[in-house]
């Protein structure tokens, strides 16, 4: 059975320091993940994916890190913003079913 | 391109009433989808579509019916309203998925529903 655990529902961060998110998954079939970004009263939006082939990708201020052998990834924000206040869900992908995470709310504040 | 649209965006429900969320894309999406999200939890499948006339079961579609007769459109239908589907849906739709996909999903705004 697949499963995201994401294990802290909330993380504070002061303006321009990093954000880092954390979530583990078990028996994943195609060690593909994505990140979607949730804000209050919107569907979520895609922020970031990580394919098996790599242990690292980086867009702008974002990057995830996988770790197959720990079964571990996170999310850093680098320098985080106000804006960045949402709530993140780590979802397992590369099928037809997408496995959502409970998600961990981040608050940066100004 | 409005993209992935949901109607009604609220809803008020008396147990045993039904009901259809409407959703719509114009992205010309084979994949359309139903979310549940419960609060503090993540988004569960309730059913997929892979094209028109193809529906299929997600992880909850006890209480829930859909039908695909179109590419743009893929109604979810409540029967007989349970205080137990008191959540938010969200419908999605993505061009390519399955095995080794690398596409991602794109989500409507959400319609909040309570049943009492």
């Known amino acids: 059975d697949q499963q995201v655990k994401q294990n802290s529902p909330s993380l504070s961060v002061q303006e321009g320091r990093i954000s880092i998110l954390n979530c583990d998954y078990t028996?994943?079939?195609?060690?593909?993940f994505l990140w979607y970004k949730k804000y209050p009263a919107e569907g979520p939006t895609f922020l970031i994916s990580?394919?098996?082939?790599?242990d690292k990708n980086e867009d702008g201020r974002f990057t995830v890190f996988l770790n197959k052998s720990a079964k571990h990834l996170s999310l850093h924000i680098v320098p985080s913003q106000p804006g960045d206040s949402a709530v993140y869900f780590c979802?397992?992908?590369?099928?037809?079913?997408?496995?959502f995470g409970k998600g961990t709310k981040l608050t940066v504040n100004p | 391109n409005a993209g992935v649209t949901q109607t009604p965006k609220f809803r008020i429900l008396k147990i045993g009433q039904s009901m259809t969320l409407q959703c719509t894309q114009d992205?010309?999406?084979?994949?359309m989808y139903w979310y549940r999200q419960d609060p503090g939890m993540g988004l569960k499948l309730i059913y997929y579509?892979?094209?028109?006339?193809?529906?299929d079961k997600g992880e909850v579609p006890n209480g829930y019916n859909v039908s695909r007769s179109t590419t743009e459109d893929f109604p979810l239908r409540l029967e007989l309203a349970a205080p137990s589907q008191t959540s938010v849906y969200f419908c999605?739709?993505?061009?390519?998925?399955?095995?080794?996909?690398?596409?991602?999903?794109?989500f409507g705004p959400g319609t909040r529903l309570t049943v009492l």
């Open positions: 992205m010309n999406h084979n994949y």
């Open positions: 579509s892979v094209g028109a006339g193809i529906t």
């Open positions: 990580i394919s098996s082939i790599k």
């Open positions: 028996n994943s079939m195609f060690d593909y």
């Open positions: 979802v397992e992908g590369g099928s037809e079913k997408l496995v």
């Open positions: 999605a739709s993505s061009y390519s998925i399955g095995p080794g996909s690398t596409d991602t999903q794109y």
